[in-house]
């Protein structure tokens, strides 16, 4: 199956700052990915993805990357703030199945 | 509209016993899966639906069955349950499998096995 790598697993930034988010995959038929928030004791929730046919996709404050060729794509957040503190998870799509990430623990020091 | 509703919220177990988490959405989507998350794990695909009448298995389906009762409610069952299955479990649903097609959570049930 897939196998998904993220990095780091823990991020700690300054409140204004820009935190960027990781992931690697093996399978080049990957075709969707996307990015999920979770606070502490909820849901994940989606908040952006991107499909492999865009390399860039932007909404607001938050921006993913995607190189198909290396199989990395990432999350940048610019101007952060203490609410978004939280875990971060990438996910990839492969046939009917995803694939998440370990997460990352992104603190957002005020 | 609630989304993807599970149930319970909470469970405690004794190694052996067995029980069903009920999982359930009102948003008329054909997909549906079930994951278990763990510590420094993420979350792992147990089963999914890919469709009404249709089920499959994730990365980790053993000691579960599923059932998808019809399309809007997709079951987990847990025969005899095991101290290594604990852990929260998490109810998504979808419009359809295939890209771009994000999935939509329910709130999780917190199973412990004892």
């Known amino acids: 199956g897939e196998n998904v790598e993220q990095h780091p697993s823990t991020l700690s930034v300054q409140e204004g700052d820009s935190a960027v988010i990781k992931c690697t995959y093996s399978?080049?038929?990957?075709?969707?990915f996307p990015w999920y928030k979770q606070e502490l004791g909820k849901r994940p929730q989606l908040i952006i993805d991107?499909?492999?046919?865009?390399g860039e996709k932007k909404d607001q404050r938050i921006a993913v990357t995607l190189n198909k060729t290396a199989k990395h794509f990432s999350l940048h957040i610019t101007e952060t703030q203490p609410e978004d503190s939280a875990v971060y998870f990438c996910?990839?799509?492969?046939?009917?199945?995803?694939?998440f990430g370990t997460g990352t623990s992104l603190t957002v020091i005020p | 509209n609630a989304g993807v509703t599970q149930t319970p919220k909470f469970q405690v177990l004794k190694t052996g016993q067995s029980m069903t988490l009920q999982c359930a959405q009102d948003?008329?989507?054909?997909?549906m899966y079930w994951y278990r998350q763990d510590p420094g794990m993420g979350l792992r695909l147990i089963y999914y639906?890919?469709?009404?009448?249709?089920?499959d298995k994730g990365e980790v389906p053993n000691g579960y069955n599923v059932s998808r009762l019809n399309k809007r409610e997709f079951s987990l069952r847990l025969e005899s349950a095991a101290p290594s299955q604990t852990s929260v479990y998490f109810c998504?649903?979808?419009?359809?499998?295939?890209?771009?097609?994000?999935?939509?959570f329910g709130d999780g049930t917190r199973l412990s096995i004892l």
């Open positions: 996910a990839v799509n492969t046939g009917n199945q995803f694939y």
């Open positions: 948003m008329n989507h054909n997909s």
């Open positions: 991107i499909r492999s046919n865009v």
């Open positions: 998504a649903s979808a419009p359809t499998t295939g890209p771009g097609k994000p999935q939509h």
């Open positions: 639906s890919a469709s009404e009448g249709t089920t």
């Open positions: 399978d080049s038929a990957s075709n969707y």
